[in-house]
């Protein structure tokens, strides 16, 4: 039986890359991302399916869970990698502009992570990928970026434990800089500083990895030029126990 992937910012990116690879593997994909012109180009280059959506929205990702479900059967994989840059920081801070960063970033993965979890228990077991970022383990210039990332490396360690009796693996993938419509508006600088840019497909090739793993909770690094490696979690014991 071949397995069936969902994902979400399939249509560029990391999420592109994963999909050509998933494809190539012999994987069913349902592609999921609020840009129509892509998203559909790179389902009808694969032969997946594509569903417009707004991950932002807890319907619409149960919609495309249901796409997934009523199209395949099944739903294997699940890569919650839509995203979007901080849309201002403290000194342009706007309640608007935090909420849509917000919105796409941390709801749009809960709402994902609570869309599918219902098909992966009745199936017993399935494995759900987070695209978080460096800057959810160090910092970034990027404010509100770096903090919802932070928030997703909370999640996907403290999901883990209550996930595993369902046979539910999560992890997140914490890529550097990588060759996304996130960095767009200054390639060109971060080049200059001698940044070294990572390829989608070094991204993807990380997924791959951890889906070949058998951890659960794990946050894994990946820059250019490097294999993926996973983070040692730090041994904090809280005074008392």
């Known amino acids: 039986m071949k397995r069936v992937a969902l994902i979400t910012g399939g249509g560029s990116g990391i999420g592109a890359a994963a999909a050509r690879r998933f494809a190539a593997r012999g994987m069913r994909l349902v592609l999921v991302d609020r840009d129509e012109e892509r998203g559909t180009a790179v389902a009808d280059e694969l032969g997946s399916r594509f569903v417009a959506a707004d991950v932002g929205s807890l319907a619409d990702n149960e919609r495309a869970v249901r796409v997934a479900v009523a199209e395949f059967g099944r739903l ?23 909420r849509d960063t917000m919105r796409t970033n941390v709801d749009g993965v809960v709402y994902g992570l609570c869309a599918c979890l219902p098909q992966l228990r009745r199936q017993g077991g399935g ?30 360690r403290s999901a883990a434990p209550q996930l595993a009796a369902d046979g539910v693996r999560i992890n997140a993938l914490c890529p550097g800089l990588v060759d996304t419509p996130i960095i767009a508006g200054y390639r060109s600088s971060l080049e200059k500083a001698g940044l070294r840019i990572a390829d989608p497909a070094e991204a993807a090739t990380a997924v791959e990895t951890i889906l070949a793993d058998g951890v659960s909770g794990g946050v894994w690094v990946v820059q250019a030029g490097r294999p993926a490696s996973l983070l040692p979690v730090p041994e904090v014991v809280p005074a008392g126990w």
Request: aromatic share 8%.
């Open 127 to 156: 494995s759900v990928v987070v695209t978080a970022s460096l800057a959810g383990i160090t910092g970034s210039p990027d404010l509100f970026y770096a903090t919802s990332k932070h928030a997703l490396i909370g999640l996907v």
């Open 76 to 98: 294997d994989v699940v890569l919650l990698n839509a995203g979007v840059p901080g849309r201002c920081g403290l000194a342009d801070f706007t309640e608007l502009s935090y």
